[in-house]
C-alpha cells in the first residue's frame, strides 16, 4: 500500500514528532510504502532523510489566506502531476491545515484521503471551513476531539480516532551531562517539576509558576521548574512578571530547547501540564512511559490517557489553585495515587503503543469506503 503523508511546516512540535513516530512504524513494514510532502526544509525532513523515506519539496498555498486560495487549483494540479508516479492508494494529511491539500490531491490521482487532527481547535466549525468533510477519513488523535464532531451528520460517518504512537528514544549520557550543566545555578532544587513544550499563552506555564510557589509554600521547599521549549517573545514579559512577583528566579529553569527528551524525563519528579488546549497531550504519555506522575488541566485528551482516574491526576479548572489542589491531595495519599499511577501506566502502554497505532491504521485503511463518494 502506497501511502502519501502532507506536512508543510518542518519545526520543531508535537505534530511532527507523532508522524515521525509513526512513519518509523510504517517503514518497519514491507507491505506499506510512505512518502512524504514537505513544505520546506528542516528538521522534520531532516528525520525522513534519515529515515531514508522519499520526500517531496515543495511550497503548499495555505487554504486560509485569500491570495493563496485563489491559487490552490493550479499549484494543486501541478503538485498532482509531480507526484503521478507515486501511485498513491492514500493521501494523509498530518494536521488540519492540510486537509485540503489532501482532499484535492486525491482527487488528481484517483486515491482516498485521509486527515489526521491533533489540535482541539478543531471544531466542526473550522472542519466546515477547511472542508474536511471532502476527506474519506478523518481522524482526531484523541476521543474528545471526535466527540466534538460526530453531533455533525456530515462529519460523523467519516471520524475515527487514531491514537498516537508513543516511545522514548534511547538515553544519551551527554544529554544527562549537559542537563546537569544548565541546571547547577539552581543548587536549592532536589526535584523538579517538568513541562516540555513551547513557553506560550496557549502551554500557559506561568500558571505552573504560580503552583510551583503554592507547593513550596505549603513545605515543599525542595522543589523548582525545569521548562524545556523556546519561548515565544509575546509570551516572555508574563513569565517574567510571574517569576518576579513569586520570587522564584532561583526555582524556575528555562533551558530552551533541549532535544534529550528521556534525561529530562529522568531528571524530573513530577510533569506538569497547565495548557488550556491540547489534541491529545503527548508529553503526559511520554512521562507516564517513562513511570514519572503528571498532573494536568482538562485539556483534549486527558479522558483517553487517565481513564478512571481522571479525578487523580486532572484538575478541576484550569487554574493553579485546581491544580495544586489536586497535587496535594495525590501528595497526602501516596499509596493510593501510586496504584492509581500503575493502572493508568498499564493502560498507557497498551493505547498508545507503536503496535496499537500501527494496527489501528491498518484497519481504518483498509476497512471499505464507509462514506458516499465524494
Given at each position: 500500500m502506497n501511502l502519501l503523508f502532507i506536512q508543510k511546516s518542518t519545526g520543531r512540535g508535537g505534530a511532527k514528532n507523532s508522524l515521525t513516530e509513526s512513519l518509523r512504524a510504517i517503514t518497519a513494514q514491507p507491505d506499506l510504502h510512505p512518502h512524504v510532502i514537505v513544505g520546506e526544509p528542516g528538521p522534520f525532513l531532516d528525520r525522513c532523510t534519515h529515515l531514508h523515506l522519499p520526500t517531496t519539496l515543495a511550497p503548499l498555498p495555505e487554504w486560509r489566506k485569500f491570495l493563496d486560495r485563489l491559487r490552490f487549483p493550479a499549484a494543486i494540479k501541478s503538485l498532482a502531476h509531480t507526484l503521478s508516479n507515486t501511485r498513491p492508494d492514500w493521501i494523509i494529511s498530518n494536521e488540519m491545515w492540510w486537509g485540503p491539500h489532501a482532499a484535492h490531491l486525491a482527487r488528481h490521482l484517483h486515491c482516498r484521503s485521509a486527515v489526521i487532527l491533533r489540535d482541539g481547535i478543531a471544531t466542526i466549525k473550522k472542519s466546515r471551513q477547511y472542508r474536511l468533510y471532502q476527506n474519506d477519513l478523518i481522524l482526531p488523535v484523541s476521543s474528545t476531539i471526535a466527540h466534538a464532531l460526530t453531533p455533525d451528520p456530515t462529519l460523523a460517518p467519516r471520524v475515527h480516532v487514531l491514537f498516537n504512537s508513543v516511545s522514548l528514544p534511547p538515553a544519551n549520557p551527554a544529554d544527562a551531562t549537559t542537563l546537569q550543566v544548565l541546571l547547577e545555578p539552581y543548587p536549592l532544587v532536589q526535584r523538579w517539576l517538568l513541562i516540555v513544550g513551547k513557553l506560550?499563552?496557549?502551554?500557559?506555564?506561568?500558571?505552573?509558576?504560580?503552583?510551583?510557589?503554592?507547593?513550596?509554600?505549603?513545605?515543599?521547599?525542595?522543589?523548582?521548574?525545569?521548562?524545556?521549549?523556546?519561548?515565544?517573545?509575546?509570551?516572555?514579559?508574563?513569565?517574567?512578571?510571574?517569576?518576579?512577583?513569586?520570587?522564584?528566579?532561583?526555582?524556575?529553569?528555562?533551558?530552551?530547547?533541549?532535544?534529550?527528551?528521556?534525561?529530562?524525563?529522568?531528571?524530573?519528579?513530577?510533569?506538569?501540564?497547565?495548557?488550556?488546549?491540547?489534541?491529545?497531550?503527548?508529553?503526559?504519555?511520554?512521562?507516564?512511559?517513562a513511570a514519572k506522575p503528571a498532573f494536568s488541566y482538562p485539556c483534549e485528551g486527558v479522558?483517553?490517557?487517565?481513564?478512571?482516574?481522571?479525578?487523580?491526576?486532572?484538575?478541576?479548572?484550569?487554574?493553579?489553585?485546581?491544580?495544586?489542589?489536586?497535587?496535594?491531595?495525590?501528595?497526602?495519599?501516596?499509596?493510593?495515587?501510586?496504584?492509581?499511577?500503575?493502572?493508568?501506566?498499564?493502560?498507557?502502554?497498551?493505547?498508545?503503543s507503536p503496535e496499537a497505532h500501527l494496527a489501528r491504521l491498518r484497519s481504518l485503511l483498509t476497512a471499505p469506503t464507509r462514506t458516499p463518494s465524494r
Open positions: 506560550s499563552s496557549r502551554k500557559n506555564q506561568a500558571d505552573a509558576v504560580r503552583t510551583l510557589r503554592a507547593l513550596i509554600d505549603d513545605g515543599h521547599t525542595d522543589l523548582g521548574l525545569l521548562l524545556a521549549g523556546a519561548l515565544d517573545p509575546d509570551y516572555r514579559p508574563e513569565m517574567d512578571a510571574t517569576i518576579a512577583q513569586t520570587r522564584l528566579a532561583d526555582r524556575v529553569a528555562m533551558i530552551g530547547n533541549f532535544d534529550g527528551l528521556t534525561s529530562l524525563l529522568e531528571k524530573a519528579h513530577t510533569i506538569l501540564l497547565p495548557s488550556f488546549r491540547e489534541g491529545l497531550p503527548r508529553s503526559l504519555v511520554e512521562s507516564i512511559t479522558d483517553d490517557i487517565y481513564g478512571t482516574h481522571r479525578t487523580t491526576f486532572v484538575s478541576h479548572e484550569s487554574t493553579a489553585p485546581s491544580l495544586t489542589e489536586t497535587i496535594r491531595r495525590a501528595w497526602a495519599d501516596p499509596a493510593t495515587t501510586h496504584a492509581a499511577f500503575q493502572n493508568v501506566r498499564t493502560q498507557v502502554l497498551a493505547r498508545f
